[in-house]
């Protein structure tokens, strides 16, 4: 059965919602400015993982405990997998109880020498005193010199116990495998259960703190990017660009393209970039040409592209606009819509919609941004 609106309500019902629909959006604009900037060209890459590592065994063993899986986040030092620790631990019993009769075999041998220092005293007091022989004297020297001798044997026996013992104790801690550094687990090749043996690998780790971006660049422009410090990537994926430093330019070219791979690094604070990803970065030529700039702020993304909102007579308008590279805090863009001139919504325009009214809170500032 259909249950019938009265006339007086839909009214109300319609009135809420054009007022819902004309409520002020509270925003700050900027001017889109037209300016002589350097040119920069677009060349592509990829994100990667600054380091990378099969974290192996280095003892033989039964897996007892895994403590990650694949996707996994652990920090540096954090447990990974531990294996039996059993017979490492007799092992260790067993050098800890040689411990005693090294110290006794030492402190026998200690008595022995001092019992022989002594008869040397005696045979060397007589000796000046005429009543004994030189027989006798290079007798109690020669063993007075056996017995130290003994005795250092004895204390070089202790030292090889002593690092018998630390060997083991090292044996034993690497049982237990830990990250050398954060990251996230890439893969795992074993399970608990699994034997393995050493050098076996357990787990894939990548690092993700710091994320490494390859890029291609043509010769020709190799020189120009050398000089730079920072490069301006832009990552799709996450509709991003980030300022990346230049780590190196790797002096061999591919012989069929002439593009130099280029490292730069990023940090990757927010965890947000994963390697594989697809980067366009942007690299300076050295000429400069006229280009509309506006914040990047400014600049939105959705499915269908990137997009601005700009202040239409206090009302706001969507204007699609093509990223051509970042110059400072402003991007280089080209529009059907947007011109110099035009204001476009810095802040307040993530929930903001077409046709909207605009409260603007501030008068947009005219300085026209630096290239860099």
Known sequence: MRTLVPSSIFCVMIMACCTVAAQPANVRVAPVIEQQVEQRRRVTG?????????????????????????????????LIARLDSERVKLELAEARSGVL??????????????????DLKR???????????????????????????????????????DAQIAIIE???????????????????????????????????????????????????LIERASRAKTVWVHLPALGQDIEAQLVSIIPQAD?????????????????????????????????????????????????????????????SARAPVERLFAVGDTIAVRSPIVKPGMRVVVEGNERLRPGQPLTILNAPATRPPSDG
Do not use: C, H, Y
């Open 46 to 78: 990829e994100t990667r993982a600054l380091r990378r590592s099969a974290l192996a065994a280095e003892e033989s063993g039964l897996v007892i405990e895994l403590a990650v899986d694949a996707g996994s986040e652990v920090q540096q030092g954090e």
């Open 101 to 118: 009769a090294a110290d006794a075999l030492i402190a026998e041998r200690e008595a022995q020498a001092a019992q022989a220092d002594l």
């Open 123 to 161: 045979v060397e007091e007589l000796l000046a005193l005429e009543s004994g022989s030189r027989p006798e004297l290079d007798r109690a020297r020669r063993d007075a010199a056996v017995e130290k001798a003994r005795l250092l044997q004895a204390q070089a026996q202790r030292a090889i116990v």
């Open 170 to 220: 090292q044996r034993l801690e690497d049982l237990e495998i830990r990250a050398p550094f954060p990251g996230i687990v890439v893969s795992k090749m074993t399970e608990v259960g699994q034997w393995v043996r050493e050098g076996d690998p357990l787990i894939d780790l990548i690092e993700i703190a710091t994320i490494e971006i390859r890029i291609d660049v043509p010769e020709t």
């Open 255 to 315: 012989p069929r393209t002439r593009l130099f791979p280029v490292r730069l690094t990023v940090r990757n604070t927010e965890g947000l970039i994963r390697p594989g990803m697809s980067a366009i970065a942007q690299i300076p030529t050295s000429q400069k040409a006229m280009f509309m700039l506006v914040p990047k702020d400014a600049v939105l993304q959705n499915e269908t592209g990137s997009f601005v909102f700009v202040d239409q007579g206090g009302t």
